[in-house]
């Protein structure tokens, strides 16, 4: 752009605005509710001159004005008010990140002891090592807790590694990563029961390692994780069910991230540390003192760069390449700037890539792999203060929201996908070329020390030698010289000041000023030490803080912007709010300071547009959806229109969106991801348009809510659309200035600031009045002050747009000009005149506010509110001890002077703001919240209209702090002065004017009646024991009290149940005012104290519903047609022997019969001969299952259909998922599905018997959860009492003291009710009576699941406790050592006398030998709510019928005695019994009544009875939901961590009242106990075993071949064959014998280990593992360590017949068996065969075996002998004679080794060996021979 076009194009330009306001003055104020036509012509006129400059921008606007889409209608002059003033807080919160490893397979590694270890940050956790195995079971459970925020969290790494455990050398055998972001973002938070695949970080080529079988759940407060039985299914297939988010794929390639790190700006110039500052004191300001490098950190992975000395625009052009697996299983990239210090280094800033924004997972060229840049990355942190100490350091490490702009780093990320691991030639000679540049580069660079270090703090040890391993490599790179060439354009901040209130009083003594920055510009306070003597001259300090920002010849440019800036205002003294003498105000009257700040930046607007439109849209779609949901709740008739419209007006705008997306795509300046972002958000809206478009023309059949449910998630993706990775201009800070100190700031996203031309790429607050509520920088302090409101008109833009700066003001100013200076230089005004000022009157009617936050001890608040408007403040009247406060005040503000143009104030009127305190006597008031209103504005002379009275949410911080019930209303004085305004009531003599009475809501009489029925567990107060407490009730200032309770230990129900009482309430439902429960004591001499209170805030749930009609008698019955129930999925049972029906009958024949006595006595004539099928149907099963059928029997079968039914809802849902989906996808469905199908088959077969086994429900929660809390009769409120805390609800449960059983009905007074109900109160009908009574309580207690570890070891060593009233029952003698998933099977019966033993607390404790035992976790039922309730949750009916057996009846009632009572209490007609059927008022149910028992007829409507109480909630009017058989799932919690589950218990709980029957002998749950089995095997042969050894002597091969073998967990008892020494073919012979006693449960098919863990341990620790039997083969060596060959390993439970010869045995029959074929010893009993060892996939051998299972009683009677011992002992092998060790055997090893293989060289040496001794000794004695002949002869 042309300098010289720009400065003609400015000059002027202010004088020529000022006349065209004055001109069309009059003519935009009338024409102003015309859509804005006013601002219309304006840019009508302006537009020629920018059409010249840039096409570009034309054409989007023309798109979006041709499609006739206005985005934002008329053009607002203020900003949309924010609710939360304090919001985005960052708060910490415990978490507990559970993680159970259950098994791992196919491990790589010969005999290995595998053990997993489990890190999460800094904490460490291990399994227990399994010995020689590479498919390990260890099912161990591990707890790691967090505090911290949930960003922080979320980047935390979970590392999986499984190491090979060796006391001398162990080794990794691969590692597993993910980050905590990616589990808490699964349903549920959690994976379950998934293979995390193993891969070696060392070396990426060599694939997977195996995988690892766990759970993995984050779970915070108020999340639960699933508990699921762990075991091990051998036919599971991993690669289907690998831990990996939905959508990504199960084959996940390696691949190079790499991150490019240019250069950056503008990073602090001051180096925090002592001894930094210490020379800069001394050397002066000639240097910057800092030294950055870049630290990035992914995946756990951590690169750095080499440091730049005295810095700051450091140069690096290094990159930091990361190898991870793609798609990662870790979201963020972190990227740190850190100035390298000689004591210690410190943080400059941190930003975070988001690899989800910057990357694209769809299938096909929709996806794009992540690309970033080359981008600046924005960085903010504490502020750029010189201080010794910086007190907000975490902010630069990224905790908490950055207070200030700490420099920028020019960065780009790439992937490049390894296809087929790292060893692919195209990209390896790719890779060859970089680390040949990058060679070059580092001989270049090998003269800078510094730089070496660099590299050698990033473990950038060469690249070559680390290009397979995935430790981070650092390497220079050469910059292309495009980066360097990027255009900077010019941008102008402009913002006015127009209020400046709310100033708090420690800083309103000194004059203030208000600071606005953008990145470095405008930031002229820094550098000034505070501290020292010598206080520089701002002059001075202009100079050296508006150096260049940007590099080389652009910082001329940037001199000059940054001298004609003018960012600060000039210094004033704030003034003494009127009314309120906490605030102070600064006086911008009429006069309305400016600032303005002209900076440089990279022309990338576009990618603000983008973001801008989507938010636009996104913002339509939110109001769109508020205005729908007002509309359902008053039942509007126009909701569904609104909603098409709104539903048509969103594709329409989406429409435009792609129109110009299109167009924009070709843009020169966008790089890859900005291309492939607009072609993405083109993509989703497409698809969400349709989507909106089928919805709105009712192509899906869908409701309302299910509408806005979709139209909810539609603005969350557009929201995550909008988000743009790649910054460009930075955040604007508004900072407040007193005393030169920064004291409070404002940060405003520069998106939401930004001019566009194009109405729909403007931001939401550009050239609008924002209001900023100014807060304080780092962690809040307690008490949540405001530190100022501050409204501000700001706009940002380039400077070519500078004359649009001022179009959107308030209209009525003029602006002051600076002198103009020698250069004629026209600069916007530095300050606005506003010469027109009207006086308004406030007046705010302060009605009502309820839920309000508890500020006191005695749990409630003294009230009071101030409300404020710029220069007025007022207080309301204190209202004492309450949390709805009705003030029914009005507070009169005159003479308000608001300055502008009247249609504005109309429109845009100042904001009230009302905050709400807590009256202290003693201290200060302390906060409650606020809320932000705008009033209504009434001109003079306009017809006057009562505001109506509306709810304004309070909130304090984050938390919701109630409501506010008001109306605010600015009137206008006319002329005549204030009297000419709308009359209002006189005040009381406290001179407190009351609301007008037609702003009051409009009052009727109406009717509320109480059910008082009791008390419950009310704690001490003031150190003493409650014991006569009373109600009382308020509503609207009318009340009632209950009696007295005499004496609450002895009885806590009240004698009077019932009680009403008349109250005025308005006829508008939502304006009811709030109901509050206070309960006091009673005490000595007539004193009372209070206990607790409860506050109602809607009544709308207590309104009364009158009863449907009562069921027609039987002449006049309806005859339904009643189809089958289909099987449930967490229903109520039904037998798959006797279906039910209700079908239509026909007219009786004879008038039908109650049941007789007769009836009732038929039952016991039949009970013999029921007994006898039952016990032929025991034997079948008996005779299946190998055990006896007991409770647990119908456990696992109830487990079993539940898991079924669950998985057949996911097959439905995956049909209708794919029913919409291409062809292609939808095979792959299919195939999924058919998969489950041919297991199915498989498995009935075997579980035919196990599906006519009566089953139980099984909840995965609380029973109340299921049955809407029991409080269909009465309801529980939980009393308060004490400070409610807003920092954490952890003091949620230490402020209850109690609760009040009772109940509320409310309904309009017409007079003559009590007549037409007889006398009696509506309330009261259906309720028990509430006196004593007497009930025997049975609690069974089955099992107990991740419970939190209690001892140091990780484990727990669980006991029940339970208590009800005084009765205590502590079990401690039955506790289960070092289990954290004890199945208890305990029963326990208690009696109990309700009311005041009603709370039963189940506690688990852990038992410790020395000290107290440990708390770990409880539960708590109450029983009463339980015992009254319609549901009937006394006794769960049971899914059939039957007299003895596993499922005998255990009720004291039978099902048609249980039938009858209900009958008649619903007044229901009816049972009638007749053959086959039973008739219940206007239902008709059919069944089987006669059995057929060894020839003899017994007819039984006890079956038939159980089928019509399973459906009695199809009974109309009257019908409910009857409690089945069930066993309920509960958490357990901890006071300590309150609402973090600690664990989980099944359990239920039958419950019999003394008055009835008495019920038959408890059920008995006890664990079974295991069986006791030995399993012999006899070791027969071995055939081709490898031959490890060479004769050294011979070169020939052999082994000395043994046999090794044991059941797994039970090491210890390991037993090996003796050696076959020399074996020279592979063959062993052995005929040896292993004895294996285990114990042994057949129903679940585990084996049961009991054995101390370590010497320390006093007990033993019992763990189910899957019976697996281990056989190895191993060559024996005498002087080193043995060798190992082969393994192999069966599951006891299936394994693979052995083959008939060794000929055709081999690895296939391991591998490639169908699992019909699969045999098991528990059924076979005896089995010979050979099986081959295997190592690292190949045949090691062949081992031919013969298995002989037998019980522990059959063992004793028939013992054998173990190895070739007695009794029954085997004979020894026929080895041949080769078969020895040398190092026993010496001679025979001479033997065989040299005779038989040198038996001629031997003689022949033998031979010689003589001849040469004869010939020696000749020749030796020769010479004496001769000479004795000599001297004899």
Request: with cysteine; glycine share 8%.
């Amino acid at each position: 752009m042309d300098p010289t076009h720009s400065d003609s194009e400015t000059k002027g330009l202010f004088t020529k605005m000022k006349k065209k306001k004055k001109g069309d003055k009059g003519y935009t104020i009338a024409n102003k509710g015309a859509a804005g036509e006013g601002e219309d012509t304006d840019s009508i006129i302006d537009a020629p001159v920018v059409q010249n400059e840039t096409p570009q921008e034309d054409t989007s606007a023309s798109a979006f004005t041709s499609m006739g889409v206005s985005f934002t209608g008329k053009q607002s002059k203020r900003s949309k008010p924010i609710t939360k003033i304090h919001g985005n807080e960052i708060k910490s919160q415990a978490y507990q990140i559970a993680v159970t490893i259950i098994e791992a397979r196919q491990l790589v590694g010969e005999n290995i002891d595998p053990g997993v270890i489990i890190e999460i940050g800094d904490e460490k956790k291990q399994t227990t090592v399994k010995e020689g195995t590479n498919s390990p079971f260890y099912n161990e459970y591990f707890m790691f807790d967090f505090i911290g925020p949930q960003e922080l969290l979320f980047d935390k790494i979970i590392k999986i590694s499984v190491m090979h455990s060796k006391l001398i050398k162990g080794f990794l055998i691969g590692t597993f990563k993910l980050d905590l972001g990616t589990v808490y973002n699964q349903p549920g938070h959690q994976f379950v029961n998934k293979w995390a695949a193993l891969t070696d970080p060392a070396d990426i080529r060599t694939g997977v390692k195996g995988y690892v079988k766990c759970d993995i759940g984050v779970a915070g407060k108020g999340d639960s994780l699933q508990a699921v039985p762990k075991n091990s299914d051998a036919e599971e297939q991993i690669e289907k069910n690998l831990l990996l988010p939905k959508g990504f794929p199960s084959e996940r390639p390696w691949a190079r991230f790499y991150v490019k790190l240019y250069r950056a700006e503008g990073l602090p110039k001051m180096n925090s540390s002592i001894m930094a500052n210490v020379t800069k004191a001394f050397m002066g300001d000639s240097k910057d003192l800092v030294d950055p490098y870049v630290v990035v950190t992914f995946a756990g992975q951590r690169g750095r760069t080499s440091s730049q000395k005295n810095c700051a625009d450091p140069v690096w052009n290094e990159q930091i390449v990361f190898k991870e697996m793609f798609p990662p299983l870790c979201r963020r990239v972190k990227i740190q700037v850190w100035d390298e210090g000689s004591v210690n280094d410190v943080a400059l800033g941190t930003h975070f890539v988001d690899l989800k924004k910057i990357s694209n997972e769809q299938d096909g060229d929709k996806g794009f792999l992540p690309t970033f840049g080359p981008a600046w990355i924005n960085l903010y942190g504490s502020p750029r203060n010189c201080s010794l100490m910086d007190d907000y350091h975490e902010l630069n490490e990224g905790f908490g929201e950055g207070v200030s702009f700490r420099g920028r780093v020019l960065i780009e990320i790439a992937v490049e996908i390894l296809t087929g691991g790292a060893a692919s030639e195209n990209k390896l000679l790719k890779f060859a070329k970089d680390v040949k540049s990058a060679a070059k580069d580092s001989k270049s660079q090998k003269k800078d020390p510094k730089g070496g270090q660099g590299a050698e703090d990033g473990k950038s040890g060469g690249p070559a030698d680390k290009s397979n391993s995935t430790d981070a490599v650092v390497e220079p790179f050469e910059v292309s010289p495009e980066i360097n060439e990027i255009h900077n354009e010019d941008f102008l901040l402009f913002g006015a000041f127009f209020e400046a209130s709310m100033i708090d009083r420690k800083i309103g003594d000194k004059p203030i000023s208000f600071e606005v920055t953008i990145g470095n510009y405008g930031n002229f306070i820094d550098g000034i030490s505070h501290g020292g003597p010598s206080k520089k001259k701002p002059q001075d300090n202009m100079d050296i803080e508006s150096g260049p920002l940007l590099h080389g010849g652009e910082s001329e440019g940037i001199g000059d912007a940054s001298a004609s800036s003018k960012s600060t205002t000039s210094p004033e003294k704030p003034v003494i709010t009127e009314g309120n003498r906490t605030y102070y105000y600064l006086p911008y009257h009429s006069k309305k300071p400016c600032i303005y700040v002209k900076s440089k930046w990279e022309d990338h607007t576009f990618r603000i547009y983008h973001s801008n439109i989507l938010d636009n849209i996104a913002e339509r779609l939110e109001e769109g959806v508020e205005e729908v949901n007002s509309l359902m709740k008053i039942s509007d008739p126009k909701t569904e229109d609104t909603l098409k419209n709104l539903l048509y007006d969103f594709t329409s705008r989406c429409r435009t969106f792609i129109s110009v997306a299109e167009k924009k795509s070709k843009m020169k300046t966008m790089n890859a991801l900005d291309k492939k972002r607009l072609t993405l958000c083109r993509q989703e809206l497409e698809v969400m348009s349709n989507d909106a478009n089928l919805m709105a023309m009712e192509k899906k059949k869908m409701t309302t809510s299910d509408i806005l449910r979709e139209v909810q998630n539609i603005i969350q993706k557009i929201k995550f659309l909008l988000d743009e990775p790649q910054h460009t201009v930075p955040d604007v800070f508004v900072w407040m200035i007193s005393n030169n100190k920064r004291v409070a700031y404002a940060r405003i996203s520069s998106k939401d600031l930004l001019y566009s031309q194009v109405d729909a790429e403007r931001g939401k607050d550009c050239a609008k009045i924002k209001t900023l509520f100014l807060k304080l920088p780092g962690k809040r302090v307690v008490g949540w002050t405001v530190q100022a409101k501050v409204d501000v008109y700001l706009w940002l833009g380039q400077t070519k747009y500078a004359h649009t700066i001022l179009e959107n003001l308030p209209y009525g100013f003029e602006p002051e000009n600076p002198k103009a200076s020698s250069g004629h230089q026209i600069t916007p005004p530095n300050n606005l005149l506003y010469k027109e000022q009207t006086l308004f009157q406030l007046r705010a009617h302060m009605y009502q506010a309820r839920g309000l936050i508890a500020a006191d001890s005695t749990g409630l608040s003294d009230p009071f509110a101030k409300v404020s408007l710029i220069s007025h403040g007022q207080t309301t009247k204190i209202i004492p001890q309450t949390l709805s406060p009705t003030w029914n005040q009005m507070l009169l503000y005159n003479n308000i002077q608001l300055y502008g143009d009247l249609a504005d104030i109309c429109a845009d009127p100042p904001l009230v703001v009302i905050e709400l305190y807590d009256d202290d006597a003693v201290g200060k008031a302390e906060y409650l919240g606020a809320a932000v209103a705008i009033p209504e504005v009434k001109l003079a002379g306009v017809p006057y209209m009562p505001p109506s009275l509306q709810y304004y949410s309070i909130f304090c911080g984050n938390i919701s702090g109630g409501d506010l019930l008001g109306a605010f209303e600015l009137l206008q004085i006319p002329d005549s002065g204030p009297e000419g305004l709308p009359p209002f009531d006189d005040p009381d003599p406290a001179q407190i004017y009351p609301v007008p009475a037609n702003i009051r809501p409009v009052l009727s009489k109406y009717r509320l009646e109480v059910l008082f029925w009791g008390l419950r567990e009310l704690k001490k107060v003031q150190l003493l024991s409650v014991d006569r407490p009373q109600v009382f009730i308020e509503c609207a200032g009318k009340g009632i009290k209950s009696s007295v309770i005499q004496s609450y230990k002895s009885n806590p129900n009240f004698t009077v149940q019932g009680d009403c009482f008349d109250v005025e309430l308005p006829e508008k439902e939502h304006l009811h005012p709030p109901l509050s429960i206070c309960v006091v004591d009673w005490r000595a001499f007539g004193r009372s104290t209070l206990v607790g209170t409860h506050t109602i805030n809607s009544l709308k749930h207590y309104a009364y519903k009158p009863k449907p009609l009562p069921p027609p008698t039987p002449k006049e019955l309806i005859e339904v047609k009643q189809e089958p129930p289909p099987p449930p999925i967490l229903q109520d049972p039904l037998c798959p022997g006797d279906p039910i029906y209700s079908e239509i009958a026909p007219e009786p024949a004879f008038p039908p019969k109650k049941m007789s006595t007769a009836g009732r006595q038929s039952m016991s004539t039949m009970r013999k001969s029921l007994r006898m099928s039952k016990r032929k149907k025991r034997t079948i099963a008996d005779e299946s299952a190998e055990n006896v059928v007991d409770w647990w029997s119908k456990y696992y079968a109830s487990i079993e259909k539940s898991k079924k039914a669950k998985a057949k809802e996911t097959a439905n849902s995956l049909t209708m998922l794919f029913a919409g989906v291409e062809k292609g996808k939808q095979s792959g469905g299919h195939v999924k599905i058919s998969f489950d199908e041919k297991k199915d088959k498989a498995g009935k077969k075997k579980k035919e018997e196990e599906l006519n086994l009566a089953t139980l429900q099984i909840y995965d929660k609380e029973l109340e959860a299921e049955f809407n809390n029991f409080d269909d009769w009465v309801k529980t409120f939980e009393l308060f009492r004490g400070k409610a805390s807003d920092e954490d609800s952890s003091s949620y449960e230490d402020r209850i003291v109690g609760k009040f059983k009772g109940y509320f009905c409310l309904y309009k007074d017409s007079g003559d009710e009590s007549a037409a109900d007889g006398g009696q109160l509506r309330i009261m009908q259906g309720v028990p009576q509430n006196h004593s009574m007497k009930v025997l309580i049975r609690v069974y207690v089955v099992a107990a699941f991740n419970l939190t570890p209690a001892d140091p070891d990780g484990k727990s060593d669980p006991y029940i406790v339970i208590k009800l009233g005084k009765t205590e029952i502590k079990d401690r003698d039955n506790y289960i050592p070092k289990q954290l998933n004890p199945v208890f099977g305990r029963s326990y019966e208690l009696q109990a006398t309700f009311p005041s033993e009603s709370l039963l607390t189940l506690m688990i404790y852990d038992y410790d030998l020395i000290g107290t035992d440990d708390f770990i976790g409880e539960t708590k039922i109450d029983l009463e709510n339980r015992f009254y309730s319609r549901h009937r949750a006394t006794c769960g009916l049971q899914s059939e019928y039957a007299i003895e057996g596993y499922n005998a009846w255990r009720d004291a009632t039978k099902p048609l005695e249980i039938l009858t009572k209900l009958c008649k209490d619903n007044k229901v007609d009816g049972p009638y019994l007749q053959p086959d059927k039973i008739i219940v008022g206007d239902k008709v149910f059919t069944g089987q009544t006669v059995f057929e028992e060894e020839e003899e007829r017994v007819e039984s409507h006890e079956h038939l009875a159980l089928k019509v109480l399973h459906s009695w909630s199809d009974i109309s009017g009257i019908g409910c939901r009857l409690v089945p058989e069930h066993i309920e799932t509960r958490p357990l919690y901890h006071k300590d961590k309150p609402g973090m589950e600690q664990g989980r218990v099944q359990m239920w709980v039958d419950m019999f009242p003394s008055d009835m029957p008495a019920p038959g002998p408890p059920v008995d749950i006890s664990p079974r106990k295991p069986k006791g089995y030995e399993l012999r095997i006899i070791i027969w042969n071995t055939e081709d075993v490898i031959l490890e050894d060479e004769n050294i002597f011979t070169g020939q091969k052999s082994s000395d071949i043994y046999v090794k073998g044991w059941l797994k967990g039970l090491e210890e008892d390991k037993q090996e064959t003796d050696v076959h020494y020399n074996s020279l073919t592979g063959e062993g012979n052995f005929n040896w014998r292993f004895v294996f006693p285990f114990h042994y449960l057949p129903a679940e098919k585990q084996m049961v280990v009991s054995k101390r863990e370590n010497i320390f341990s006093l007990d033993k620790t019992e763990r189910k593992i899957p019976a697996v039997l281990l056989l190895q083969v191993w060559d024996f060596e005498r002087l080193s360590s043995d060798d190992f060959l082969g393994s192999f390993e069966l599951n006891l439970n299936g394994f693979p017949r052995g083959s008939k010869s060794a000929k055709h045995c081999d690895l296939d029959m391991l591998h490639n068996t169908d699992e019909d074929e699969n045999i098991s010893i528990f059924q076979q009993k005896r089995v010979r065969g050979w099986w081959p060892f295997a190592k690292s996939g190949e045949l090691t051998g062949k081992v031919e075996a013969e298995f002989h299972l037998v019980t522990a009683e059959e063992a004793e009677k028939s013992p054998v002998g173990k190895a070739r011992k007695e009794p029954e002992p085997l004979e020894k092998p026929n080895r041949p004679d080769t078969s020895f060790s040398w190092f026993v055997n010496p001679f025979k090893c001479l033997y065989y080794l040299i005779w038989r293989n040198y038996k001629k060289y031997i003689i022949i040496a033998f031979v010689l060996l003589i001849v040469i001794l004869f010939l020696v000794l000749f020749f030796y004695t020769l010479p004496g021979a001769i000479s004795n002949k000599i001297v004899s002869g």
